[in-house]
């Protein structure tokens, strides 16, 4: 019952929202090794992109040049321009800090920090200072698990350690977690891929009323989780952007004979 | 006698071995399949049925024997040795044997000459008489186990049974040690405790065994407040800390978040070299190099600083115990997954702040417990202090001043002739009793820390 409701929302797709994000040939190397050939994408503001590919395409890795998390593995190298409203994120002028303040994550398994709840959804707000003072810090604490759908379930044991929450809570702490620090675009990658249909159901309900305020990025490996939230979809394939588009479009009219094999299961 | 005898056995053994591996092979004629456990486990069950027969009577003949030889002896020369009191008959029977298989012999007489021809000649029969037993075991169990060997014959069990039987044994051999030391020790503290009360030994503040030396003295009694001692092992023990903690966390950070792979590589067994430098080594930088650079240094800033003192030895090993500290950590901080360390960079966090506020929070447990393990081998180390802290029993917190530990006192009190029975020499067993609790108390609470950690993870 909670797909359908999913797949309407999904569908009232909003056609011409700003550009949040944008990657002009975009190439990515591990050592030797070529993960992203040439890739222009873009991301759209108040809209949920969905990144699809067999496994190994380079959809992680695309994701994590757009907040930089690349920066922490030594050997990988990206060339080519990513912008997040015009101004170029790898530029040296750019503090990787703020990027990431400004563009939050989500990882695929869920990684509370071994804290309380309170702390988990504090620590952004504490290392960016954005909170003046106690109470404006539980007003963020308080906002944030509402907006991520956990407040009524934890606000009685706040107190209490994050890694003691559900798989499917812990996700949604996380998200809780990242939009602490009013970020304007969340990536998120295979965020349910360690969740049960129920848990998984709650986040997407979560991801669509969160495109309300944030652009949203979204890697998955299921085609009806990206027809259920997506808004738009790129299809990744051997490291090139195969096909990118409006969602209903790429699902019922794809272009590229490789994109239909995909989602029609012929591959991956 | 007895090796060559053994040697032997274990010839047989890999013989026995080999046949059984072959004579499997055979009953099956070239049909592995058919049996029902491999070749080798049909080896080894010959070679424990030609073998271990033969061990255990070996071995209850080794112990028996010379028993029943110095039985023999003593019926035998009776009217000699009537009028002898006890230790006079062992050192008839020990100058006998010394006579017969060599060795010092402190009188000889015409008794003990007779005494050693029946000592050899029994040795002979007794020689003759095992080598048959151990050969008709021997053949009888090849036998026996070859006769046995057939395809649905379950080798394995047997093998399998035997093997743990033997483990059983060795791990019986190193926890009835452990039990033995550790009541020897409570045995000898209760008699030190039957001398000098348990109070005054715990709480007293004078510690002056050495006025014991001799007996005869009218009031040679020494006084055994050990409150010194366990003064001066703690000011050692946190000296040494404040050098290792700081130092071995912060080098485990380093090499753990930090360094490069490449030097991660080269840097990381060469801290644990240190590890391996033997104590007395440590023991001379300390006395020759560190400890005069700190009685100059306190001389040029108008400080008088003994020449043997708290700071010397504690430094010292500090340097000792870095490792532990910094290993220990490295390991614990390499365990907290990397999937924390991207949470919290995808916050925006920088390194520093992820590792002040994700990663040693949630190492913690982990590093206390290193920590502690650290403190219990620094309270254990006898060497360094010996060289480099001095023997002086001084109640003190200044750590220029010369001090003496628990393990430092235990040496000085068992080193050179000693009565086994008096109360400077019992004082060691106290002593290394208290040792013994603290460290079994640090290493069970480290112990504890240690798991309550890995509940979190696992
Ligand atoms: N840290 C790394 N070091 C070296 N190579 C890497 C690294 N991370 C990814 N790669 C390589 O880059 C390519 C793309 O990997 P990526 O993780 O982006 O794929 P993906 O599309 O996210 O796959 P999946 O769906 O399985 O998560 C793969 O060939 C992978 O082997
Ligand atoms: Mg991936």
């Not at chain 1, 989780?225 to 990744?236: D, E, G, M």
Request: aromatic residues 8%.
């Amino acid at each position: 019952m909670d797909m359908q409701v999913n797949d309407a929302v999904g569908q009232t797709a909003t056609a011409g929202h700003a550009i949040k994000m944008r990657g002009e040939k975009v190439s990515v190397h591990y050592g030797e090794k070529q993960a992203l050939f040439d890739v222009d994408h873009i991301v759209h503001d108040r809209e949920v992109t969905a990144l699809i590919g067999p496994s190994g395409c380079g959809k992680s890795t695309y994701i994590r040049c757009l907040n930089r998390m690349n920066d922490t593995i030594p050997i990988c190298r990206v060339s080519g321009r990513i912008t997040l409203d015009e101004t170029d994120v790898y530029d040296p002028s750019v503090d990787v800090v703020e990027l990431r303040a400004r563009v939050g994550m989500v990882f695929q398994k869920p990684n509370p920090f071994p804290k309380s709840i309170f702390e988990n959804v504090a620590y952004g707000p504490r290392i960016h200072g954005i909170a003046a003072g106690k109470s404006e810090l539980d007003e963020i604490v308080t906002t944030s698990l509402q907006k991520a759908g956990l407040w009524d379930e934890v606000k009685d044991r706040l107190d209490e350690p994050g890694t003691g929450l559900s798989g499917g809570q812990q996700q949604r702490l996380c998200i809780a977690r990242a939009i602490a620090v009013s970020p304007e675009v969340i990536l998120m990658d295979e965020p349910c891929s360690a969740l049960d249909p129920i848990a998984t159901a709650k986040v997407e309900e979560l991801i669509d009323e969160l495109r309300e305020n944030y652009a949203i990025v979204i890697v998955t490996h299921s085609m009806q989780q990206a027809a259920r939230v997506s808004q738009r979809t790129a299809f990744f394939h051997l490291g090139h952007l195969v096909e990118e588009g409006r969602t209903d479009h790429i699902f019922t009219n794809p272009h590229d004979q490789r994109t239909q094999d995909y989602i029609t299961g012929r591959f991956g | 006698m007895t090796s060559v005898f053994l040697l032997v056995l274990v010839g047989l053994f890999i013989i026995a071995f080999i046949a059984g591996r072959m004579r499997a092979a055979s009953v099956t004629g070239g049909n592995l399949h058919e049996l029902h456990s491999r070749p080798t486990y049909h080896g080894g069950y010959l070679a424990i049925w030609t073998v271990i027969p033969a061990i255990v009577v070996l071995t209850l003949f080794s112990v028996l024997y010379p028993m029943i030889e110095d039985r023999i002896v003593l019926t035998r020369f009776a009217d000699a040795v009537a009028q002898f009191n006890l230790p006079e008959r062992e050192a008839f029977i020990r100058d006998a044997r010394a006579l017969a298989f060599g060795g010092i012999v402190s009188f000889t007489d015409e008794t003990k000459l007779a005494a050693a021809e029946l000592y050899k000649s029994m040795h002979m029969a007794g020689i003759v008489v095992l080598a048959l037993a151990l050969a008709a075991l021997a053949a009888g169990g090849f036998y026996y186990g070859w006769t046995r060997i057939a395809p649905k014959m379950r080798a394995r069990h047997v093998v399998e049974r035997v093997i743990m039987v033997a483990l059983i044994a060795c791990s019986a051999v190193a926890i009835l040690t452990t039990i033995g030391i550790v009541l020897s020790l409570i045995f000898e503290s209760i008699r030190f405790f039957q001398k000098v009360p348990l109070f005054e030994f715990l709480f007293g503040l004078q510690w002056s065994p050495q006025t014991a030396l001799r007996a005869d003295q009218v009031a040679s009694e020494g006084t055994f407040g050990a409150v010194p001692l366990f003064a001066g092992t703690a000011l050692i023990t946190f000296i040494a800390i404040a050098v290792a903690g700081p130092i071995g966390l912060f080098s485990a950070i380093y090499l753990s978040d930090y360094a490069a792979p490449k030097f991660r590589a080269v840097a990381k067994p060469m801290l644990e070299i240190l590890a391996g430098v033997p104590t007395v080594v440590y023991g001379f930088f300390a006395a020759l190099t560190v400890a005069p650079f700190f009685r100059g240094f306190g001389e040029n800033i108008g400080l008088s600083v003994s020449s043997e003192s708290a700071l010397a030895a504690g430094v010292v090993m500090g340097i000792m115990i870095i490792p532990f500290v910094s290993s220990l950590s490295d390991d614990v901080i390499n365990a907290v997954p990397q999937s924390l360390r991207d949470g919290s960079y995808a916050m925006g966090a920088t390194k520093a702040e992820t590792i002040r506020k994700v990663i040693l929070p949630a190492a913690l447990p982990g590093i206390v417990s290193a920590l502690i393990l650290a403190i219990s081998r620094a309270v254990g180390e006898t060497m360094i202090v010996v060289m480099a802290a001095g023997l002086a029993a001084n109640l003190t917190i200044n750590p220029l001043e010369a001090v003496t530990t628990v393990t430092v006192q235990i040496v000085t009190l068992l080193v050179g002739d000693q009565e086994f029975d008096s109360a400077k020499t019992l004082a060691a067993f106290a002593l290394g009793l208290v040792l013994f609790v603290v460290t079994l108390a640090l290493n069970i609470f480290a112990q504890r820390v240690v798991q309550r950690y890995r509940e979190q993870y696992e």
